[in-house]
């Protein structure tokens, strides 16, 4: 399998262009992937080969290791300008998820405090209170929406929780009144496209309706574990990109 799985608590830094010097912060154990989706496109690969009964590492760990990493890079002259919370899998799935970002906030003002910190998560968890309150108080909290379309979503992102309403998701979007970016993954190949009008039309609605601070559309960058999944063209993103942005929200296609 060509998927990845990261380090934990901390790994990198990496050089990302959109980004510039990331830091990141991956909530699950080191040897597996736990996810509340179980995406085609996703870079850690599937659920069921990625099976793990390790502990996740508890809150005092990722501080713990976090300070020490930031340490290290405060002594080197390097500062990054993102901790990014992502890795193998859902991070507010973590049951410490509300102190983690508490001691997170605490470490960067100390020793990074130009530092942005960006949270990307496939908002199972936005209707949560307490993880409302959290990533609230980030500076991008990054949330996925793929399409509003059900059946795509059911094929595609594959949730594990039967519960899972997208039309709540839209809400929960809404609720942070601005405070959110949305990002959505444009591809095809394995019968799926959801580059078509038929989803763009009603996601364009969707993302109207939320009123977002900005929208990331991207595409496949890596391998994938459905290796029959296809890139959507420049063409194709910019297109869309510039139909949001249309709508008077700030909008970035990455290729
Ligand atoms: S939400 Fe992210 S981590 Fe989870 S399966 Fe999808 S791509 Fe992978």
């Given at each position: 399998m060509s998927t990845v799985i990261y380090p934990s608590p901390i790994y990198g830094p990496v050089h990302s262009r959109r980004l510039g010097l990331s830091l990141g912060v991956n909530l699950?154990?080191?040897?597996g992937k736990i996810c509340t989706f179980d995406c085609l496109y996703c870079e850690c690969g599937f659920n069921k080969d990625r099976r793990t009964h390790s502990p996740h590492p508890t809150r005092q760990q990722v501080a713990e290791a976090l300070e020490k990493q930031l340490i290290k890079m405060h002594d080197d002259q390097q500062h990054p300008d993102v901790l990014t919370f992502a890795g193998n899998g859902e991070p507010t799935s973590h049951p410490e998820f509300s102190g983690i970002i508490d001691d997170t906030i605490q470490l960067r003002d100390k020793w990074c405090p130009k530092a942005k910190i960006s949270v990307l998560s496939n908002?199972?968890?936005?209707?949560?209170d307490d993880i409302r309150q959290a990533l609230l108080k980030v500076d991008n909290n990054i949330l996925k929406l793929d399409t509003v379309n059900m059946d795509y979503i059911r094929k595609v992102?594959?949730?594990?929780?039967?519960?899972?309403n997208v039309k709540d998701i839209i809400e929960n979007m809404r609720w942070f009144k601005g405070h959110v970016i949305i990002q959505t993954m444009f591809m095809k190949g394995d019968g799926t496209d959801n580059t078509g009008e038929e989803y763009v039309a009603p996601w364009l609605e969707a993302v109207k309706y939320i009123q977002p601070q900005e929208v990331m559309v991207y595409t496949i960058d890596r391998e994938t574990p459905d290796q029959k999944l296809r890139k959507a063209s420049h063409e194709e993103l910019d297109a869309i990109r510039d139909r949001v942005i249309a709508l008077g929200i700030p909008c970035t296609a990455s290729y």
């Amino acid at each position: 399998m060509s998927t990845v799985i990261y380090p934990s608590p901390i790994y990198g830094p990496v050089h990302s262009r959109r980004l510039g010097l990331s830091l990141g912060v991956n909530l699950m154990p080191a040897d597996g992937k736990i996810c509340t989706f179980d995406c085609l496109y996703c870079e850690c690969g599937f659920n069921k080969d990625r099976r793990t009964h390790s502990p996740h590492p508890t809150r005092q760990q990722v501080a713990e290791a976090l300070e020490k990493q930031l340490i290290k890079m405060h002594d080197d002259q390097q500062h990054p300008d993102v901790l990014t919370f992502a890795g193998n899998g859902e991070p507010t799935s973590h049951p410490e998820f509300s102190g983690i970002i508490d001691d997170t906030i605490q470490l960067r003002d100390k020793w990074c405090p130009k530092a942005k910190i960006s949270v990307l998560s496939n908002a199972t968890f936005s209707g949560h209170d307490d993880i409302r309150q959290a990533l609230l108080k980030v500076d991008n909290n990054i949330l996925k929406l793929d399409t509003v379309n059900m059946d795509y979503i059911r094929k595609v992102d594959r949730p594990t929780q039967p519960s899972y309403n997208v039309k709540d998701i839209i809400e929960n979007m809404r609720w942070f009144k601005g405070h959110v970016i949305i990002q959505t993954m444009f591809m095809k190949g394995d019968g799926t496209d959801n580059t078509g009008e038929e989803y763009v039309a009603p996601w364009l609605e969707a993302v109207k309706y939320i009123q977002p601070q900005e929208v990331m559309v991207y595409t496949i960058d890596r391998e994938t574990p459905d290796q029959k999944l296809r890139k959507a063209s420049h063409e194709e993103l910019d297109a869309i990109r510039d139909r949001v942005i249309a709508l008077g929200i700030p909008c970035t296609a990455s290729y």
